[in-house]
């Protein structure tokens, strides 16, 4: 079974139908089997979109409900344990704490799909 954790700019990429970056993300979220992301990355996602869509936030929340659930998405979760384990991943790599958090948990789960240069540089691919 084919399981990916998936950064917050591949959900960006598809639900906006970006021009240069859709199709790369709509191949990584059809080939997937179990998709997995964090909370971080829906707070993230409502902040984006409301900006790039000019909708509220609220009206985000909806669109994310439905597609979360239609794709099955499931969130890695956090444990206050993990906290430092972040924090030494963030000072090992030079890495910002949304960065650091998404590593973490994609090892939790498995391969890492992401268009962030420094997490490219980690293993991560798109």
Known sequence: ????YFDVNVFVYFLTHHPQYFERAKYWLSNTEEIYTSEITLFQLIIVLSRLLSKPAIEILSILSSFFS???IRFV?????????IKDLAMKYNLDFEDAIHLYLSRKVGELISNDKEL??????F
């Open 77 to 85: 979760h956090l444990e206050p344990d993990d906290i430092g384990k």
């Open 1 to 4: 079974m084919v399981k990916r």
């Open 70 to 72: 239609e794709m099955g």
């Open 120 to 125: 490219i540089k980690l293993g991560a691919k």
